[in-house]
């Protein structure tokens, strides 16, 4: 459950005339997701017809000082075609807000849901639609350092210290083991770019084997490019306890990828390093969270094993395997 800033109607209601977008006819709080507090808000929209849209409050890892960076890149990949949604301004052409003591944004609603078990086909969709966007992505001229990169883990993982045995015992020698080996291995001069990193299946909405939205792009920063394809891969081709592996999706998801973009021979190569950096990102989070979040939140809690049991089989794994031919 994800709304941890209660909002009432009535402050929403007096929210929405700041915007032509018509008066409140419901407002319900979003239960996906863990960051931000989300709602769906019906209105009598902008010509009476009604619409919907989605209210966002900002809230823990979202950095107020960054959401320029994220309406521009929006606006970006809007322009060139890319299925992502537009901050809406206020009359006044204001797009961040306050709301209840939050920074908030009115943001476009776009149709689709979010699958839990992709199929071949979804994956490969979600790969084209990922090498689509890094295409609409050249040219724009932001930059956002990812605070999630090999020094950050460093950081986190030195934060969750002792605790990752409470999680599972030898975790933290794991971890430790495994910043070694990137600390040795992570590549320096593979070509960067914007990158969304954290394309789950959560973040992109679908009608069957149709990418209708990419959303969420409050982690999206100027990173390797091909890692963002490492992180698409992580979440997209296991069963989301990490246990399974899916060849047929991941096979998928690399031909939606070349469809569109494709990979250079130095980014081929160094796929399965990205990949196992891609495991431990989520894995440490996953951990900080688990170990930080009391038991009884009204958050869902991630398993970071299921990251875990994905980092030893990318570490394990016969590199031609990870994206088929
Ligand atoms: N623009 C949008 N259009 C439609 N649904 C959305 C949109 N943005 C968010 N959602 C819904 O809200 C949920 C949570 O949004 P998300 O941005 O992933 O939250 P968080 O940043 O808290 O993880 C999504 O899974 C989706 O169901
Ligand atoms: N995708 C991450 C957590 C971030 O959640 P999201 O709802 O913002 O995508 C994970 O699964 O660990």
Same mark, same amino acid.
């Given at each position: 459950?994800?709304?941890?800033?209660?909002?009432?109607?009535?402050?929403?209601?007096?929210?929405?005339?700041?915007?032509?977008?018509?008066?409140?006819?419901?407002?319900?709080?979003?239960?996906?997701?863990?960051?931000?507090?989300?709602?769906?808000?019906?209105?009598?929209?902008?010509?009476?017809?009604?619409?919907?849209?989605?209210?966002?409050?900002?809230?823990?890892?979202?950095?107020?000082?960054?959401?320029?960076?994220?309406?521009?890149?929006?606006?970006?990949?809007?322009?060139?075609?890319?299925?992502?949604?537009?901050?809406?301004?206020?009359?006044?052409?204001?797009?961040?807000?306050?709301?209840?003591?939050?920074?908030?944004?009115?943001?476009?609603?776009?149709?689709?849901?979010?699958?839990? @078990?992709?199929? /071949? #086909?979804?994956? !490969?969709? &979600?790969?084209?639609?990922? =090498?689509?966007?890094?295409? +609409? *992505? @050249?040219?724009? /001229? #932001?930059?956002? !350092?990812? &605070?999630?990169?090999?020094? =950050?883990?460093?950081?986190? +993982? *030195?934060?969750?210290? /002792?605790?990752?045995? !409470?999680? &599972?015992?030898?975790?933290?020698?794991?971890?430790?083991?495994?910043?070694?080996?990137?600390?040795?291995?992570?590549?320096?001069?593979?070509?960067?770019?914007?990158?969304?990193?954290?394309?789950?299946?959560?973040?992109?909405?679908?009608?069957?084997?149709?990418?209708?939205?990419?959303?969420?792009?409050?982690?999206?920063?100027?990173?390797?490019?091909?890692?963002?394809?490492?992180?698409?891969?992580?979440?997209?081709?296991?069963?989301?306890?990490?246990?399974?592996?899916?060849?047929?999706?991941?096979?998928?998801?690399?031909?939606?990828?070349?469809?569109?973009?494709?990979?250079?021979?130095?980014?081929?190569?160094?796929?399965?390093?990205?990949?196992?950096?891609?495991?431990?990102?989520?894995?440490?989070?996953?951990?900080?969270?688990?170990?930080?979040?009391?038991?009884?939140?009204?958050?869902?809690?991630?398993?970071?094993l299921a990251y875990l049991r994905r980092l030893e089989f990318y570490a394990a794994a016969d590199p031609a395997m990870l994206l088929g031919a």
């Amino acid at each position: 459950m994800a709304v941890y800033t209660q909002v009432p109607a009535e402050e929403i209601d007096a929210f929405l005339t700041r915007y032509d977008a018509g008066r409140l006819v419901s407002a319900k709080g979003i239960a996906e997701g863990v960051e931000n507090s989300n709602y769906l808000l019906e209105t009598t929209g902008p010509d009476g017809n009604g619409h919907r849209y989605i209210l966002t409050l900002y809230e823990k890892r979202v950095n107020e000082a960054d959401l320029p960076f994220f309406m521009d890149l929006l606006d970006h990949l809007g322009a060139r075609g890319c299925l992502v949604p537009r901050f809406i301004a206020d009359r006044e052409g204001r797009r961040l807000q306050q709301l209840a003591g939050r920074p908030a944004c009115l943001i476009e609603f776009l149709t689709g849901i979010s699958v839990t @078990e992709p199929t /071949a #086909g979804q994956a !490969r969709a &979600a790969g084209a639609a990922l =090498g689509a966007m890094h295409r +609409a *992505a @050249e040219g724009f /001229a #932001g930059t956002r !350092r990812n &605070a999630l990169d090999l020094p =950050g883990w460093h950081d986190l +993982a *030195a934060r969750c210290g /002792a605790d990752f045995d !409470r999680i &599972a015992p030898g975790l933290k020698a794991r971890v430790a083991e495994e910043l070694t080996f990137l600390d040795t291995h992570w590549p320096a001069e593979l070509p960067r770019s914007v990158i969304h990193a954290d394309l789950f299946p959560d973040n992109v909405l679908m009608l069957g084997d149709r990418v209708t939205g990419l959303i969420d792009f409050y982690f999206s920063c100027t990173d390797i490019r091909a890692y963002d394809l490492a992180v698409t891969h992580s979440a997209w081709v296991f069963s989301n306890d990490g246990a399974t592996w899916h060849g047929d999706r991941a096979a998928a998801l690399g031909a939606g990828y070349r469809e569109t973009h494709g990979l250079t021979e130095a980014e081929r190569a160094a796929f399965p390093v990205l990949c196992r950096g891609a495991a431990l990102r989520f894995l440490l989070t996953r951990a900080y969270d688990w170990i930080n979040t009391p038991a009884d939140a009204l958050v869902t809690r991630k398993d970071p094993l299921a990251y875990l049991r994905r980092l030893e089989f990318y570490a394990a794994a016969d590199p031609a395997m990870l994206l088929g031919a």
